[in-house]
């Protein structure tokens, strides 16, 4: 059984095969959302982008990014802003399949003081 680690509660849980991200926290008492996002999202339909988290390892033990994902990863405010500089690295809990051993941050901060976000696209040569 594949077994997800959560950084920020240091929690470690098995899960089975296939098993979605956020379903397993939520039986294990573990929230993916923070503040009001517990109570308005939008379930799990990949919609509203609340339960992103940055995966730490182990991205290739999860399912390929939905089409639902893409489209909020691209389309969404919070989240573009939320995945600057882990682009490939966050993704929405409610999407995601746990096919192997992985370790996710739940509620990721917004990065905006990091270097990806100020940067220039032509640095001074």
């Known amino acids: 059984m594949p077994k997800v680690s959560f950084v920020n509660e240091k929690q470690e849980i098995e899960v089975d095969a296939g098993a979605n991200l956020r379903e397993a926290a939520r039986k294990a008492g573990i929230s993916v959302y923070k503040g009001l ?3 308005v999202n939008c379930m799990g339909f ?7 988290v940055l995966v730490k390892k182990g991205m290739e033990n999860l399912s390929p990014k939905s089409f639902m994902e893409k489209l909020n990863m691209n389309a969404h405010p919070l989240t573009m802003f939320a995945a600057i500089g882990h682009e490939n690295e966050m993704r929405l809990s409610c999407q ?4 192997g051993d992985c370790s ?3 509620t990721p901060e917004f990065n905006l003081s990091g270097e990806n976000f100020w940067q220039k696209p032509y640095p001074n040569k």
């Open 37 to 39: 996002d517990r109570y």
């Open 46 to 52: 990949g919609l509203c982008g609340t339960c992103r």
């Open 104 to 106: 996710v941050q739940t």
């Open 96 to 99: 995601v399949k746990v096919n």
